[in-house]
């Protein structure tokens, strides 16, 4: 049998796409901030030196559009005139109103434990021991990549003609068994200021991605990942040879737009759903959450080497209609995947009330979610500001709880590998 190449992009906190998702999950957050009980459905699009912002909202508090989008747009980097999209300048426009009262009727019921879901439809939730943060190689790498190539234009100490659009791409080649085997080809391209000729500005850029950025990327790794970087993988770097115009500017940007990169970069599956700008009443957002917490434990416990869980639900019905998994051939235990599905809807409760107070999702985390991959993230608890009922109050919550490895013993003992 023959090696196999797989690909996975990521996109960095000022592509137009996740700049829309950004501003999307911030007025998210400032509505929780406010009513924990908001109902949010967000949209943000943006192009050369406009933001709209549209969508439906039923909530108690008040939140200043305008405000919000500049300070994200600003926080991302996009804050000079000559982008043609910068956070003080660009215009912006609400085209925010009330959720539809049909909606609502089967979202709130008097019994909170029955709140049904927001909409039918499927999720999909993945994870692989193939990496630390149980997340597939490829994509772990575009991230990286992006949040470093981050760090560096923001420290401004090297590579100072960065600008805030960049994605990246790995692809990696694998063995028969599905071993990750090495780097085959990486491909890194950044928005720059226009300082030189095309072929010189092109000739820095890739060397400084060689010997400064992937050096950082490196650094990042478990030591037992660097062989698979062996000096002979296939470099291409901006390969248009000029990307001076980007952002909204040079395209633009959707909310929901980047779903595979804000998922698994294409390994497992994906329900269609997008993420951002959406509360968690809506299961394409809180069921994702929680279909990847269920595969992640899975892993982590030993029962296979890799899982994907479907999890499926009907608009206005609290418990799924169905719950599938496919442990894809690498099952460590003696139960079949149908036995596995079982077990998984004893083990987790995964009505969308349960799913909601057991990651805290009517708190304002979901802005950090919306770059750089809503999974394989570290989970923290952290302060944060709330104003309920006019009143100021500071709460500690998580952040990624979804990524907490906290079932591992109740799988380990269900499936009787203690």
């Known amino acids: 049998m023959r090696n196999t190449l797989f690909t996975s992009e990521a996109v960095s906190e000022g592509h137009p796409d996740k700049v829309a998702d950004q501003i999307s999950d911030a007025i998210l957050d400032e509505f929780l901030r406010q009513d924990p009980e908001s109902k949010v459905a967000c949209e943000t699009f943006v192009t050369t030196g406009l933001t709209v912002v549209g969508g439906e909202v039923r909530t108690r508090g008040y939140v200043d559009v305008q405000e919000v989008a500049r300070r994200v747009i600003n926080r991302i980097g996009y804050n000079k005139a000559e982008y043609k999209f910068d956070g003080d300048s660009c215009g912006v426009l609400s085209a925010l109103h009330e959720q539809s009262p049909d909606i609502n009727q089967g979202v709130v019921r008097s019994n909170p434990d029955d709140q049904g879901a927001g909409d039918q439809g499927m999720v999909f939730g993945y994870a692989t021991n193939e990496t630390d943060e149980l997340m597939p190689l490829p994509l772990v790498l575009s991230q990286i990549t992006l949040q470093e190539l981050a760090a560096v234009r923001r420290e401004g100490l090297t590579m100072t003609y960065l600008r805030p659009d960049a994605k990246s791409q790995f692809t990696v080649e694998y063995s028969p068994d599905r071993q990750p085997v090495r780097v085959h080809t990486i491909v890194v391209s950044t928005q720059h200021d226009d300082f030189d000729t095309e072929k010189k500005m092109q000739s820095i850029i890739r060397n400084d991605v060689r010997d400064i950025l992937l050096p950082r990327v490196l650094k990042r790794l478990p030591v037992r990942l660097h062989s698979l970087f062996d000096n002979d993988y296939i470099l291409h770097v901006n390969p248009t040879g000029k990307f001076v115009v980007g952002g909204p500017h040079g395209d633009t940007g959707l909310t929901g737009r980047k779903i595979i990169v804000d998922t698994y970069g294409g390994r497992g599956a994906h329900g269609g759903g997008a993420f951002s700008g959406k509360d968690a009443s ?68 995964l009505r969308p009330a349960k799913i909601i107070e057991r990651f805290g999702l009517k708190y304002p985390i979901f802005e950090r979610t919306a770059a750089y991959g809503h999974f394989g993230r570290d989970y923290v608890k952290e302060p944060v500001t709330l104003y309920y009922n006019n009143g100021k109050t500071t709460r500690e919550v998580e952040f990624f709880a979804w990524e907490k490895l906290d079932f591992v013993p109740a799988i380990k003992q269900a499936f009787g590998m203690d």
């Open 282 to 349: 809506k299961v394409d957002r809180s069921a994702a959450y929680a279909a990847r917490h269920i595969a992640k434990n899975l892993v982590a416990a030993g029962v296979a080497d890799e899982v994907l869980v479907q999890v499926a639900y009907a608009i206005g019905i609290a418990r799924p209609v169905s719950i599938f998994v496919d442990t894809c051939g690498s099952s460590k235990v003696a139960y079949s995947d149908a036995e596995l599905g079982e077990k998984v809807a004893q083990l987790f409760d």
